[in-house]
């Protein structure tokens, strides 16, 4: 930890263990990666959570249907994941597991708090139960949908009274349309519901808490239709953690993995206090728009409740879709994210996804559409821009940076425009970031690729290094203007790709250090002054420039 810089701490959901990540669940990660790179980037003290959730029935079911001891099969699992997101280029700084020593302390330190403080009180519950999605759902959330005519409402909390039985009608879950169970048992209830005034006010002081706008107004529509008391406990749901104060119950799994949170801030860990005031409250908790309610309802009143900061945001993301289905393992429609590392590249795959789907909103996601990115954004506009250039560098001037004399200004009108391109994009970059939509701030770079071509195009070095090896009938006065302008444009366009190089890396880290290490430099991805180094004229003269292999080759449709 460096106290001196800012902290931003990001996190993903941590996943369920069922079964290997799919491109759902890898979207998520590569969004939340290419934050904290960019951040870090930035000069933030950067702490970036993934990891699993590994408790509850979901998993326990998993692991019997698999003959196996559910820890046997979380580690396991656990090795796959890790595995997937090395191969995505995940630069998480922890990987938590809520099977994880500390974080079973701390979510029994923060419930026993509760319990103390009157939060969490006993009572009985009846109602139904959805297994895959380990959520309870009220009455009124089923109303419309009885045997799962559903109406497409997503996740809900909320424990009520057995009125929501139809006999024997078994109502299906109104997010996954699969069957719910009727659940009757004895449990502990967190008073969820004397917060809902508190939460109302919160959410109207801090506007920005929730994020995209439609997910805030769901939300605080929600709210205003009345929370209900939430079951935190299951008495007959032997893998998770003990209650304290009643080892015969096991905590809700949600109420276990949210708080995964401060566990990896270091809440409640003797020796780390300092290190939770600097990390806590977290920046941006990225989500799925189907968990939002347990974010951005059940998550800040547990805070509140405990005397804690509530986090700055918390973003919901929309679902990939094939053919308009949501993709998903038990639907059989989802993708393994090798099989498109193994044809894209890691760097074409998490380009893909952040610049197709606008983060935020749903998004259909296409073979056709992936490969027309590919070949058209990267394999033409980026790729060919570094090779032709290097090339050329390497031909007419020895693969060496040229020295141009270091009078930018004595530049063409191109060269100018090129420049203020770079030159107005730390600020357009940055302010996409804020608003997580990384779309935006590749459009904004993709303006400097684009410009950096039409620049090689206008001011044709080619025919510049005619004129100056005499080959026209200029004479020799007209050469060597040529030579030093020929100095000055592949200057010029080496530096748009050396600054293209530092913004993309957030997003296609290995490619952005690659074209780094071709020209002599440091890796971008590991730069922490991005404000600085991406200023106009940098560019060491004399540095080696190597050719090397394609950066993306181009793939046959
Ligand atoms: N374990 C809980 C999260 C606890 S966080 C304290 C959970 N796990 S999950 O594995 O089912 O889902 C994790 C995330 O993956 C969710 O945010 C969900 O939205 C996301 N995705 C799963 N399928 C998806 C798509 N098809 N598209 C995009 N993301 C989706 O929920």
């Known amino acids: 930890m460096t106290a001196a810089k800012e902290s931003f701490y990001l996190t993903t959901p941590i996943y369920y263990v069922n079964a290997a990540p799919h491109l759902g669940t890898a979207y998520t990660t590569i969004a939340a990666d290419a934050m904290a790179r960019y951040r870090r980037q930035c000069g933030y003290d950067v702490l970036f959570l993934t990891g699993l959730d590994e408790h509850g029935q979901k998993v326990q079911a998993a692991a019997n249907a698999a003959g196996r001891d559910p820890q046997d099969w979380v580690d396991a699992l656990a090795v796959d994941f890790r595995e997937v997101w090395r191969q995505l280029n995940i630069s998480y700084d922890r990987f938590i597991r809520t099977t ?23 009572g009985s519950y009846h109602g139904w139960y959805c297994l895959p999605d380990e959520t309870y759902w009220a009455p009124n959330d089923l109303e419309g949908t009885p045997q799962g005519a559903a109406d497409g409402t997503e996740g809900a909390d909320g424990a009520d009274s057995a009125d929501s039985a139809t006999g024997d009608r078994v109502p299906l879950c109104p997010d996954c349309h699969r069957p719910l169970t009727w659940v009757e048992e004895e449990n ?18 801090h506007p920005d808490f929730i994020g995209p706008e439609t997910r805030r107004n769901e939300v605080l529509s929600f709210v205003r239709g009345g929370l209900k008391d939430l079951s935190i406990s299951r008495a007959n749901v032997d ?36 290190e939770f005031a600097h990390r806590w409250p977290a920046q941006i908790h990225y989500v799925g728009k189907d968990i939002i309610r347990f974010h951005c309802v ?21 679902f990939l879709l094939t053919r308009g289905e949501k993709m998903s393992k038990s639907k059989g429609n ?5 099989d498109l590392v193994e044809r894209f590249g890691v760097d074409g795959y998490r380009y893909y996804f ?7 909103q749903d998004g259909n996601i296409s073979d056709e559409a992936m490969v027309q990115r590919y070949n058209g954004d990267l394999a033409n506009d980026w790729g060919n821009l570094v090779s032709r250039l290097f090339n050329m560098v390497g031909k007419y001037r020895d693969g060496r940076v040229p020295d141009y004399g270091g009078d930018m200004t ?6 100018a425009v090129l420049r203020d391109v770079a ?13 997580l939509d990384y779309a935006g701030a590749l459009t904004e770079v993709w303006e400097l690729v684009k410009a950096a071509n039409r620049y090689l195009e206008e001011s044709a070095p080619w025919t510049l290094a005619k004129i100056a090896s005499g080959g026209t009938d200029g004479g020799e006065q007209d050469a060597r203007a040529a030579a030093l302008r020929l100095s000055q444009v592949l200057y010029s366009a080496l530096e748009a790709v050396r600054i293209v190089a530092l913004y993309t890396a957030a997003v296609m880290p290995a490619t952005a250090d690659e074209v780094c290490a071709r020209l002599g430099l440091a890796p971008a991805s590991a730069i922490d002054n991005l404000a600085e180094l991406s200023a106009w004229g940098l560019l060491p003269a004399g540095n080696e420039v190597r050719v090397g292999d394609p950066l993306f080759p181009r793939l046959e449709k």
């Open 239 to 274: 893998w998770g953690i003990p209650l304290p104060w009643d080892e015969s119950h096991t905590m809700y799994v949600w109420f276990d993995a949210l708080i995964n949170y401060i566990t990896a801030a270091g809440y409640a860990q003797p020796g780390r206090e300092e």
């Open 423 to 435: 030159c107005g994009l730390y600020d357009r970059v940055r302010a996409c970031y804020d608003r």
């Open 410 to 415: 004595a530049d063409a009108a191109e060269g």
């Open 298 to 318: 059940i998550w800040p009143a547990l805070l509140h409740a405990a005397g804690l900061p509530i986090p700055e945001r918390v973003f919901a993301h929309g």
């Open 100 to 122: 994880d020593a500390d974080h079973t302390a701390v979510v029994r330190a923060l419930a026993q708090k509760l319990y103390d403080s009157g939060d969490i009180y006993k």
């Open 334 to 338: 989802a993708t393994r994210p090798l």
């Open 354 to 360: 952040l610049r197709d789907v606008s983060f935020g």
């Open 188 to 205: 502990y209830f967190f008073r969820l519901s004397a917060y809902q005034d508190w939460l109302l006010d919160y959410c109207e002081a």
